[in-house]
C-alpha cells in the first residue's frame, strides 16, 4: 500500500475542476455507486464516512473526514481527512491519502463547476460570506473558470476579514457588511452558521449562489425565503436533503424536496440548467465521495509516495 502524503504537491487547478465536473457528469447519468454519507456525532464536532465506487476512473474507496469548529483555538484545521483507495479487482488496500488539503481543494471545485455552469456572467464581482481555509480554495478554484474584478468580503471577525484581503491582494478587494457583500453576481458562502445569515431581500434577480457551509443536518445559511425564490440545484438528492441548506426548511415544512430544480450532475450533462438570465440559482454542496475519488486519481497520478506494507 502507499501512503500520499500530498506535502509539497502542486495541483494545476484548471484540471482539478476538470476532474471534479467529469464525476458530476457521471453522477448525473447514474453511474456512479455512492450512498449517502454517514456522520458520527462527537463532542466538539464530528466525523463522517464517505464511501464510493467512480467506474470512468476505475477508483474506489472511502473518506473519514471529521468537522470540529473549534479546532483553530488549538491549532489545528477545522477539517481533516483519510481516504483509502481500494482495488476494484480485489477489496485489497492500494493507498491512503492525507485528503485534508485535497478536501478544501475538491469543494472549491465543486463551486466552480457550479458558477461556471450557473452563473448569468463570466466577469463577476465576488461576494464572499466567511473566510476560513474554503473561502480562499473557493476563490482560487472559481478564478479559473470566471474573471473576478471585484471581491467583497465579510467575516464576523474584522481581523480575519482584513487578513483575508491581504491574502487576496492580486484582485480588487474590499471589506463590507453582509448585507453589500449579497451585492455581487456570484455569492460563497462558507459559514458553519446553524441560522440563515443571508436574508432574502438582499439579493438581486439573476445573483448565483454557492451555498456551501451547511454540510450537516442543522446548519443553514440562507432565509428560507431565498430558497423559495430560486432555483436550488443540489450535489445529490438523498445528501442534500439529510445535511444539505435545505435539510433545515424541509425538516420545518418551510421547503419541500419536490421544489428542488436538479443535481448539478444533471446541469453539466445539459438535462438541468438556468430557465431566466433573471433566475436567483443556488447550488446546495454537502461534498460528495466522488469528488474525493476524483482528485485522489489525479494525486495517486502525480504525486510522491512512500511503501507501507499491507496485509
Sequence with gaps: MQYFSGAGL???????NRAVEAAFADHGMGLVQMP??????????????????????KIAGV?????????????????????????????RPLALLNATRLTDIRTGA???????????KKTITLGVAG???????????????????QILIWSRTTRHAEKFRTDMKQYDCRVVSLEQACNADVIVTTTPSRSPIIRSEWVHAGTHINAIGADAPGKQELDPALLLRAQVFVDDMAQAVHSGEVNVPITNGSYSPEK???????????KKRRTDPDAITIFDST?????????????MREGSSIDLPFP
Design 36 to 57: 449517502p454519507k454517514v456522520y458520527i456525532t462527537l463532542p466538539g464536532g464530528d466525523f463522517r464516512t464517505m464511501p464510493a465506487y467512480l467506474p470512468s476512473a
Design 110 to 120: 465543486a463551486g466552480a463547476v457550479a458558477a461556471r455552469y450557473l452563473s448569468r
Design 287 to 299: 461534498g460528495l465521495a466522488i469528488q474525493d475519488l476524483a482528485i485522489a486519481a489525479m494525486v
Design 260 to 270: 428542488i430544480a436538479g443535481t448539478l450532475g444533471e446541469v453539466v450533462i445539459g
Design 63 to 91: 473518506k473519514i473526514v471529521n468537522v470540529h469548529p473549534d479546532n483553530p483555538k488549538k491549532g489545528l484545521p477545522t477539517v481533516m481527512a483519510l481516504t483509502v483507495i481500494l482495488d476494484i479487482a480485489t477489496g
Design 10 to 16: 502542486s495541483l494545476d487547478l484548471r484540471e482539478v
Design 131 to 149: 473566510t476560513g481555509r474554503q473561502a480562499g480554495a473557493q476563490v482560487r478554484a472559481t478564478a479559473e473558470e470566471l474573471e473576478i474584478e
